[in-house]
């Protein structure tokens, strides 16, 4: 059974740091792309950043760029988002999900999506 967990979320102030795991299994990471996405109240789902080990390429969406840094650790199946300086805009639901071979564009293109973790920066 394909599964993916996130964890790590919480309450932290604006300039705070936060890791977010994403504990995949039933699957190998070097089969999919694991992208980050996130969901604030109000808001739209938003691609946050993507890794796949398939073509080593490695994505995040403008407003994250020199904040937030994804990284995998095969060995433990696990995707990460070190989230640094983050912001009150930041607050979001963050999901993880797994798209076959690669990271594509649009969230409807990942099959297979974990039940989120609730990031809150305050101000």
């Known amino acids: 059974e394909v599964q993916l967990v996130e964890s790590g979320g919480g309450l932290v102030q604006a300039g705070g740091s936060l890791r977010l795991s994403c504990a995949a299994s039933?699957?190998?990471?070097?089969?999919?792309?694991i992208g980050w996405f996130r969901q604030g109240p109000g808001k739209e789902r938003e691609g946050v950043s993507c890794?796949?080990?398939?073509?080593?390429?490695?994505y995040y969406v403008d407003s994250v760029k020199g904040r937030f840094t994804i990284s995998s650790d095969n060995a433990k199946d696990t995707v990460y988002l070190q989230m640094n300086s983050l912001k009150p805009e930041d607050t979001a639901v963050y999901y993880c999900?797994?798209?076959?071979?690669?990271?594509?564009?649009?969230?409807?293109?990942?099959?297979?999506w974990g039940q989120g973790t609730q990031v809150t920066v305050s101000s």
């Open positions: 999900a797994a798209a076959n071979r690669r990271c594509r564009t649009g969230w409807f293109l990942y099959e297979y």
């Open positions: 890794i796949s080990k398939s073509d080593g390429r490695i």
């Open positions: 039933g699957f190998t990471l070097d089969d999919y792309g």
